[in-house]
């Protein structure tokens, strides 16, 4: 379905890839600081933090599935089908639709503590953006340099846990995620040493033989341990380039191949697309499954003060440089 | 260490990762048709086949890792250390020196049959490229569009063994790898039906499951079996750009990410290129672990005819497309 | 830790392994109709169904790992430490100390929907039976011959789950092992299919390979998994000593054999001993760690309407038959 | 199919699992010194060590399974079926046919220094003991207190490999089994610990973790597997009791339940016995699918002079001791 990650080097980045079937056609597109935005219970937002993210853009509206502020705090919300569940609206706690939360927490938050704040007397309603777009079962990640989040509004209420890990995918939620890498804790990047018996000559016939058990399939909790893993023994130098190419490297561990995953006859989940954003310098970098070259739109490129969305397709084609 | 695949689609492709801690220098290198190849044992060949792939050009000899030759049969060299043993020249078969096996080939087979033929009366000896270049513990992949072949240089003798999964990484030995995918027989993109018992309510709770128990670590024998489903079950169109995008999609499935494989303190190993060369024309595609952007090389802009090596420098830089 | 099966045939039949460092001292402990039960906080109950289980007596009173009564109900506490977490007494529901609970039940439910009933209204508190028996951390699987319950007390409150797979280990709760089988559910007795890829020419090189992926170490969610295997696809006569036989290789397949699993320097948990109860007829049959032969004792051998304890010494002595 | 294992205490011990779907009538038989063996193609042996283990007599002849004799060797065939390749009766050096392979060994030596010395002087013939006994395809393993052999009669030749483990089972070939133990290489009964990240509060929820990776499955390469952990990590008091009882509980670890490996509809796979054979002492244990209690023939209680065959049947009656 989807990875999402956080990464930190000078600057602090975070990403996803958006895996599916089909592409509901998405734009990156920013959201600048005087575009009115309308709250369905909160009323509407004159002015506000200027925002950039991948979004289907409806009736002039963003639909966000991650962005990134011009404050540092970032989000990205994956599927979590089967087990979100959300509430009506109150009128008690601030509500939120769902398809609202993510321009909600960037708009008006500069960082994770005042999103901490703003979750508290938050209530997640499952009122539709409209009846061609039903709600979306999601859970979100929200982060900035000093952390991460992650947010499940389940059967149970709307569970808000610390991110230690940085990564967030699919079923099932977030709290079993985390205690099966329980199951991974003795794997390790350097050679394991021999447990198994000193009376048998045993050996390490190949390099990076100290992370055998981690699972290499696409299902969402074998791409939580994968990209734990990668993400957390990750090393580069912090320079943009090679934060920026270290992060499409650990995304890269968890893409997913067209035919490796066939969810109906002929049909195949694969990456379309996978974002990192410098959430420090407000650039929003991506890939698609088409287009291995990392482009990149900068939303200080734009004149932020305005009032309407710009908005950039998605370059699908394969720039191949040719060298000769 | 190294991971190398083939794909049919309209064109015949061949490619490899080279996954090290370091990089020798080596370059997209061209020998054209009337470069002279001095063998140390079998003469000079003045007139042959052109050859495009990764070498290490030495004192004005190419050391290839990969190449192609411009009938469409490619062979690229993997790691095979501490199987490999190569033998004394002896006078009797064709005596070739390791570092020259894969232009012995490909200056005069045009096709799998032909090189059969000459694979069979060939004797690979240990003589080293010079007292800098001690000979290297490989073995190969061989290839055209009508299947593939494993040669290992081992105790035992030379061994020439039909790849029907289209792939190679390293140890252990190529039988004992094909042997090993029947654990992973019952593996399949498609979800899996419950077996466990049907007294539970058991159900797939992600897509993707029916994989589960596909090994995600970085060791030969996972990227053996990775690389492998990923390849066997690979779809994609049949264009140029189409089929050169999936191919980086099935080598990407093995990439080495920096810091996932410790081999000592501090050094890590990592995909330096992923080459894909489409061998029917000829076109040496790569990107490199600092570039994520496709570039190619194509062997008919050059003069084949000529008789000097014709270089060029892998391009390490990453290249961002600005949008905006 | 432990294991706990159930199995029907004609008869019902509920058991378990206990495994530890050490033992407390445990005998088979009948419970007559008439021996007066004192609870803490619900009186004493004069009259009930008699009892037939494994127990620590302390001061003529039964500490009941797991056990029987006449009607056909039985019941086994199994490690859960770190999951469990106790109320105290409160006076509104039914209050009972852990370490009552088994005769709680048993000694006035006939059958499971009479517990159901029971559990509905209880506070299990965390009362300790002395100062040198503190309160362990259990959870519990109850059953009869129409299906059994798991209970566990946790920070939530008390949960009652249906276990459909009459199996339980320790951590993790109860809803997370059902879970995790679910990675689990293309497991099969039967050869796999050829999924991977009809390409290549894999086959089964030896029978069993349809359960590749099952767990084989001694953790209890490894544990779980191959008992719930091993018990839903168990295949057995229905006389008395097959179903007995049967269900002693079922807890075999998790038995931990010594040095396994080092819990300290030198100490090594072992399955002290393993019980497999015919609660249709009311006999307890044991092993141990050093006996293999099964020993049995029938509670209807004993008058059941006295009002003291009887016990018998778990026999530890391998009893070797010398056929010459 | 079948696990042999080595133990050593005071004594030392030889013994397996026959694992199959149906029996073929085997006995405890005890060959005594004086009985006359008839060689096929190296004449009759008329004086000889005496020889105890599980045959199938067929004619007066005992076709041995597993086996020790009175000097301290022992010997065991396991399935090796599609790899097994023997040879035709040459006259050049000890033509053996592979039914009499075990007697042929036990009889004349009187360790394994001896059986190393033999065996390079035999050629292993695939004459049928008769045309109803047609040639199994086996290999088997061959042991006393110094250590241990496997013998492979394969296409390449016969092979004869130190076993280290002490543990055979069946496909694939011995080096084949020993290699892939490198896979299992970090395995421990202690716990793990945490190499996965120190960013995360990973920890240990089960005692046991260490093992987790050790397959489940009743698979050749599974038990072999497993059966290696659990005898070289064994730990047993050194007494006779002790010693049996640790054995079984070795062998016990693969086990096969009835319904787990079902080899055509409704046709199971079972361990029909596990012997145990104090080589020592010249005493054989056993016990079978249909009894648990271990029993023991000791030759030493029989005329070991005599010159015929003396044979037990295996007893399968369940014996259960009751208590009252």
Redesign the interface.
Known sequence: ?CTAATYLTKDFYIGRTLDYEFSYGEE?TILPRNYPIPFRFMGIRENHYAIIGMAHVAGNYPLYYDAINEKGLGMAGLNFV?NSVYRKPEGVKDDVAQFEFIPWVLSQCANLDEARALLDRMNLTDTPYSEHFPSAGLHWILADRTGALTIESVADGLKIYEN??GVLT???PFD?Q??L??????????Q??????E????????????????????????RF??A???R?????GDSE??S???F???L??V?????????ADGK??ITIYTSCCNATRGIY?Y?T??????????MH??NLDGNELIH?PM?Q????????
């Open positions: 379905m990156i089967g230690p890990a699919n079923n099932p079993q985390m205690f890498l329980n199951n991974y804790i003795g794997l390790s990047p350097k394991p040493e021999n447990h198994f018996s009376q048998l000559p045993l050996s390490c016939y190949s390099r990076g033989m100290g992370a055998l058990g981690l699972p290499g399939d696409l299902s969402s909790a074998s341990a994968r734990a893993f990668t957390l023994h990750s090393v580069s380039e090679e920026v190419g270290q499409f490297h650990i890269g561990s893409e997913q191949p067209r035919g490796c995953c066939e969810v195949y989940e970098y890939t499954y088409t287009n291995h070259q990392i482009t990149a739109v900068d490129r734009e950039y370059l084609q394969e720039r191949i440089f040719h060298q000769n």
